[in-house]
């Protein structure tokens, strides 16, 4: 199986040793530029992302002549709460991976997710009834699943305030993860860009769950993108929870992002799976719902779904995988419950469409 080689691992020696108060080194080799520095702001400054670090990792894998590019989506992680007790009950780190095939991430040339909490060493105001905040420890984990970028636009994002989610943007960055989006803000920090074997990709990240779109900035970092990038990905964070499809608020902004130059728009926040959809030939999938998550009480809320996007030039295929969640611990569904899934992702989807999605593959 093609196995990816990131230029980044390849080029750094990374040393992460989060105790006491969540501290970490990195052991540069010789010669070679460090990751772009993001200092921990004061309380009320939100750090941009310039055009001089969207582009701080670069990829590569051993086969040039393969010229489409993997790159595979998940929803929601959580990692504090029940996840984290589930965790430390087992005394394997991993835990929350363990059902997943070996290197299911790496297998790729890319993998994203939506990180529904910062990243940080303690736990800040505001307080809140529903309030994440996950243990540095959980970074050394998610590098050695192979997760490339996270988006941080989501309504978890500020749980522990500003200073908690800069603090979170800093670990992500220097442990050499792409992190993008804010809660509340839609300019710059929504943006991110990487080349993959020559081909440039911007991801942009968004929430409209608690506040919503900046439409001025959001138009204006969507002609940045499109400026700067072959390609354009948008990763929402949008609509009601616990429904199995969009709201009409989200149908009209998911057209109005792909008119303003979006290829692609993936949507997540409701907890359950959406359908997909298409507007102007260009694919969207509504909800990927939890990927990792505590969410016990109802199968919806158990059965989410990933996403693997094969790109070749302009042409975008789309592979559904659906994810059974159980004890926090994601696996693909295989044989009768895949047939099964994909049948249910086909009927909450559009019409056109359901033939391929029974298929296991849509093309673009």
Do not use: C
């Amino acid at each position: 199986m093609m196995q990816k080689i990131k230029t980044w691992r390849q080029v750094y020696a990374v040393t992460l040793g989060f105790a006491f108060g969540g501290m970490f080194g990195i052991v540069i080799k010789q010669n070679q530029p460090m990751f772009p520095e993001v200092y921990l702001a004061e309380p009320q400054e939100v750090p941009s992302i310039s055009s001089s670090t969207k582009s701080y990792i670069n990829h590569s894998i051993e086969t040039p002549e393969q010229s489409s590019i993997r790159i595979r989506i998940v929803g929601d992680i959580m990692l504090d709460r029940n996840v984290k007790n589930r965790t430390e009950i087992s005394k394997n780190p991993n835990y929350p991976f363990l059902k997943l095939p070996n290197n299911w991430f790496e297998e790729v040339d890319f993998s994203m997710a939506n990180l529904e909490g910062p990243v940080t060493d303690r736990r800040r105001p505001p307080d809140k009834t529903i309030d994440f905040q996950f243990d540095p420890s959980v970074i050394p984990v998610l590098k050695a699943q192979g997760f490339d970028a996270f988006s941080q636009a989501n309504n978890h994002a500020l749980d522990q305030g500003n200073e908690g989610y800069v603090d979170s943007i800093n670990r992500l960055r220097a442990a050499g993860f792409i992190a993008f989006g804010h809660q509340v803000k839609d300019d710059e920090i929504a943006m991110a860009t990487t080349t993959i074997r020559g081909m440039r990709l911007a991801f942009l990240g968004f929430n409209t769950t608690d506040n919503p779109l900046d439409r001025i900035s959001a138009k204006a970092v969507l002609a940045q993108a499109q400026a700067e990038a072959e390609l354009v990905i948008v990763y929402m964070h949008w609509g009601t929870e616990y429904r199995d499809r969009p709201d009409v608020s989200s149908v009209e902004l998911a057209h109005w992002l792909i008119d303003e130059g979006a290829d692609i728009v993936i949507g997540t926040h409701p907890h359950w799976v959406q359908g997909i959809s298409t507007y102007k030939e260009k694919p969207i999938v509504w909800s990927l719902g939890n990927f990792i998550f505590d969410q016990d009480f109802s199968l919806p809320t158990r059965q989410g779904l990933a996403i693997e996007l094969v790109l070749n030039g302009k042409n975008i295929s789309l592979k559904p995988i659906p994810i059974q969640i159980d004890q926090s611990q994601p696996r693909v569904a295989e044989e009768n419950q895949l047939a099964e899934r994909l049948e249910v992702l086909a009927d909450i989807s559009d019409p056109e469409l359901s033939g391929q999605i029974r298929s296991g593959m849509l093309n673009f």
